[in-house]
């Protein structure tokens, strides 16, 4: 618990909106489900593979594709139809998912 050595990418084009600290969750498969609540996370872009923050994790549940709500979606920054279609983009015909929630870790001024 507590130590930095994991890693979790995220699309480019959602970096300004995990960095201010706005998007509290991501909805991920299986393969990404073994995230430990209190630990912290390095925050990488997809794409360039750029460290550009550290989060905490502090949940990681089971969450069926069918229970995504509108409370998932505004935690996304998304509304909850474009949320539903990115999902089955990203893990098509997946059934259940997990949502991970963390918080940004500030960096010291
Ligand atoms: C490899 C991979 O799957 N990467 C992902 C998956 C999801 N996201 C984002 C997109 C949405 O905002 C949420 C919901 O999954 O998480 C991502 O950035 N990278």
Redesign the pocket.
């Known amino acids: 618990m507590g130590n930095s050595s994991s890693k ?4 480019q ?2 970096r300004p ?1 995990i960095e201010s600290g706005q ?1 509290t ?5 299986e393969s ?1 489900s073994h995230y430990e609540p209190g630990s912290i996370v390095s925050v990488h872009t ?1 794409e360039t593979d750029e460290k550009f923050c550290d989060i905490e994790i502090l949940s990681v549940e089971a969450l069926r594709f069918e229970d995504i709500n509108d409370t998932h979606a505004r935690q ?3 509304s909850l139809s474009e ?1 539903k279609a ?2 089955k983009d ?2 098509p015909g997946e059934e259940l ?1 997990y949502v991970i929630s963390y918080r940004l870790v500030e960096e010291p001024r």
């Open positions: 979790i990418t995220f699309f084009w959602l909106l998007k969750i991501t909805i991920r498969d990404e997809l996304e920054l998304l949320l990115l999902l990203i893990y998912l």
